[in-house]
């Protein structure tokens, strides 16, 4: 089955304690995404990627990092969380959006930052 | 700055009505109008989506209408059930390269009543 697959689902954690968010997709996608979704504002980009070794900063990059060292995967790193990244974040891929523009969402990660 | 403004921020409908939701855009090189439907608790899918160079767009019950002068385009969803019953987001994009950014309105959460 085609998918875009982030670990953890959930995750409580506490301030300045580093973790990572996984994102792994099955479908030979060259492009990849990281957004944060809240209230009122939507989804807001925070990397991107383009292919293995190329990342973009998107809209709201401070504070996370990213790398994609292999096609499928592209985690998202916070070194030191704060309460303000509190938030919802999904991972997306598509083929280079030149073609059908469709971007393929994962189910989602809810981050709480104590 | 806000480049895809999104209105109301949640609608409520009968069962059988028409749901209608606005977007706004400023940025005239956007060449790419995508509707993302969110269920609850999954990702953003791709419901809709429309080129600069039409001005409507049917699917099923779901249109987008287009109009360039204006900057604005909209999705009328006819006939809704509460299987619709979900956020929408509206979203433009650019071409940069070999591939699309896509920016995202803030989201209408839409409820049908039964």
């Known amino acids: 089955e085609a998918q875009v697959t982030q670990n953890p689902r959930y995750l409580i954690t506490v301030t300045g304690k580093k973790l990572t968010v996984t994102c792994s997709q099955n479908?030979?996608?060259?492009?990849m995404s990281w957004y944060r979704q809240d209230p009122g504002l939507g989804l807001r980009q925070i990397y991107y990627s383009m292919n293995v070794e190329v990342t973009d900063k998107g809209d709201v990059p401070e504070g996370y990092k990213v790398s994609r060292k292999e096609k499928r995967n592209f985690p998202l790193i916070l070194e030191s969380p704060s309460p303000n990244q509190t938030s919802l974040y999904f991972c997306?891929?598509?083929?280079?959006?030149?073609?059908?523009?469709?971007?393929?969402f994962g189910e989602g990660s809810r981050l709480t930052v104590l | 700055q806000q480049q895809v403004k999104q209105s109301p921020q949640s609608l409520i409908v009968q069962k059988g009505g028409i749901s209608i939701i606005n977007c706004a855009y400023e940025?005239?090189?956007?060449?790419?109008f995508p509707w993302y439907q969110q269920f609850p608790g999954k990702g953003p899918a791709l419901l809709i989506a429309i080129r600069p160079d039409v001005s409507e767009k049917k699917e099923g019950r779901f249109t987008i209408s287009f109009n360039k002068s204006a900057k604005q385009f909209s999705l009328h969803i006819m006939d809704s059930q509460p299987g619709d019953s979900a956020t929408y987001f509206c979203?433009?994009?650019?071409?940069?390269?070999?591939?699309?950014?896509?920016?995202f309105g803030s989201g209408t959460q839409l409820t049908v009543l039964p």
């Open positions: 940025n005239t090189a956007f060449d790419y």
């Open positions: 479908m030979n996608h060259e492009y």
């Open positions: 979203a433009a994009a650019i071409s940069s390269g070999s591939a699309r950014q896509l920016t």
């Open positions: 997306a891929s598509t083929h280079l959006m030149g073609l059908t523009g469709e971007l393929f």
